[in-house]
C-alpha cells in the first residue's frame, strides 16, 4: 500500500481527499498545519506528499524546502495543492522542488489521475548496490567485497548502504545520524566517527588512507571510490 501525507488547513477539503484516497487504495496520514510537517515525513516516510502552500501557521514552500535538503526525504514527490494560480507561482513551486502543482479548485478524479502518474515514473530502487568491488544486497541484507562475505552489524549495513546509494554527497553527522539511526537517538554525532572508522577497517585495503569513505574536513563523509576496487584488492 502507498502512503500519502496530506499537509491541508481546510477540514473539508482534507476529509473530501481522505475518503477518495483511502477508497482508491492508499493509505493516508496528515496535518492541517505546517507545524511538524517535515517531523512527520521523517516518521511516516510517505511515498508521496500533497502539501499546501497556504497553510494558517508556515509556508508550504519552506516546507518544500525543507524536504528536498534531507537527504533521507528528498526524493520523495511532492505535489502543491494551491490557490495560487499565477504563472509565476506554478514556475517557483516547480523550482523549488515540487513534481506537480494542481490548483484550487480541483477534480479530485484528476488529482488522483496525476498522483498514480508520479508513482508510475518512480524508478524503484535496486536489490543490489556495486562499486568498487562491493556488492550490497538490501534483501538479503548481506554484503560481500570481491565476492567475500562480510560481517557487519545491522548499524554499519545501514550507514554503508546510506553512503553508497548516494555516491560523491558529502554528509554531515547530523545528516547521518538523522538517516541511520533516526531522530529518537540517546547518541552523540561522534558516534558517525567510529562506525566510519569500523566500515574502513572492513571494506577498505588501507583504512589510514582510505580509497571509499572520506573525510572532508569541516563538512562530513562521502562515498567516493577514487578507482576500480580490483584493481587495489
Same mark, same amino acid.
Given at each position: 500500500?502507498?502512503?500519502?501525507?496530506?499537509?491541508?488547513?481546510?477540514?473539508?477539503?482534507?476529509?473530501?481527499?481522505?475518503?477518495?484516497?483511502?477508497?482508491?487504495?492508499?493509505?493516508? @496520514? !496528515?496535518?492541517? #498545519?505546517?507545524?511538524?510537517?517535515?517531523?512527520? %515525513?521523517? =516518521?511516516?516516510?510517505?511515498? $508521496? +506528499?500533497? $502539501?499546501?502552500?497556504?497553510?494558517?501557521?508556515?509556508? !508550504?514552500?519552506? /516546507?518544500?524546502?525543507?524536504?528536498?535538503?534531507?537527504?533521507?526525504?528528498?526524493? /520523495?514527490? +511532492? +505535489?502543491?495543492?494551491?490557490? &495560487?494560480?499565477?504563472? @509565476?507561482?506554478? /514556475?517557483?513551486?516547480?523550482?523549488?522542488?515540487?513534481?506537480?502543482? *494542481?490548483?484550487?479548485?480541483?477534480?479530485?478524479?484528476?488529482?488522483?489521475?496525476?498522483?498514480?502518474? =508520479?508513482?508510475?515514473? =518512480? *524508478?524503484?530502487?535496486? &536489490?543490489?548496490?556495486?562499486?568498487?568491488?562491493?556488492?550490497?544486497?538490501? @534483501?538479503? %541484507?548481506?554484503?560481500?567485497?570481491?565476492?567475500?562475505?562480510?560481517?557487519? #552489524?545491522?548499524?554499519?549495513?545501514?550507514?554503508?548502504?546510506?553512503?553508497?546509494? &548516494?555516491?560523491?554527497?558529502?554528509?554531515?553527522?547530523?545528516?547521518?545520524?538523522?538517516?541511520?539511526?533516526? =531522530?529518537?537517538?540517546? /547518541? #552523540?554525532?561522534?558516534?558517525?566517527?567510529?562506525?566510519?572508522? &569500523?566500515?574502513?577497517?572492513?571494506?577498505?585495503?588501507?583504512?589510514?588512507?582510505?580509497?571509499?569513505?572520506?573525510?572532508?574536513?569541516?563538512?562530513?563523509?562521502?562515498?567516493?571510490?577514487?578507482?576500480?576496487?580490483?584493481?587495489?584488492?
Amino acid at each position: 500500500m502507498k502512503k500519502i501525507l496530506l499537509i491541508e488547513d481546510d477540514s473539508d477539503l482534507f476529509a473530501l481527499l481522505q475518503y477518495n484516497l483511502e477508497k482508491e487504495g492508499f493509505g493516508l @496520514t !496528515g496535518l492541517q #498545519t505546517g507545524k511538524g510537517a517535515i517531523e512527520l %515525513c521523517r =516518521q511516516v516516510r510517505p511515498d $508521496l +506528499i500533497l $502539501l499546501d502552500i497556504m497553510l494558517p501557521d508556515s509556508d !508550504g514552500l519552506d /516546507i518544500c524546502k525543507g524536504i528536498r535538503k534531507d537527504p533521507d526525504l528528498a526524493a /520523495i514527490p +511532492i +505535489i502543491f495543492l494551491t490557490a &495560487r494560480a499565477a504563472e @509565476t507561482d506554478r /514556475i517557483v513551486g516547480l523550482e523549488i522542488g515540487a513534481n506537480d502543482y *494542481v490548483v484550487k479548485p480541483f477534480s479530485v478524479r484528476e488529482l488522483i489521475a496525476r498522483i498514480k502518474l =508520479q508513482f508510475r515514473n =518512480q *524508478v524503484k530502487p535496486s &536489490r543490489v548496490l556495486e562499486a568498487a568491488g562491493i556488492a550490497l544486497d538490501r @534483501t538479503s %541484507c548481506q554484503v560481500h567485497v570481491n565476492g567475500v562475505p562480510l560481517a557487519l #552489524t545491522a548499524t554499519e549495513f545501514r550507514l554503508l548502504e546510506f553512503l553508497m546509494s &548516494r555516491p560523491g554527497v558529502v554528509f554531515s553527522r547530523e545528516q547521518l545520524l538523522n538517516a541511520v539511526w533516526g =531522530q529518537d537517538r540517546a /547518541i #552523540t554525532d561522534r558516534a558517525v566517527d567510529v562506525y566510519v572508522l &569500523r566500515l574502513r577497517q572492513k571494506v577498505e585495503r588501507d583504512p589510514a588512507n582510505p580509497l571509499l569513505i572520506h573525510s572532508i574536513r569541516g563538512f562530513g563523509y562521502t562515498f567516493e571510490p577514487s578507482r576500480d576496487r580490483a584493481a587495489i584488492a
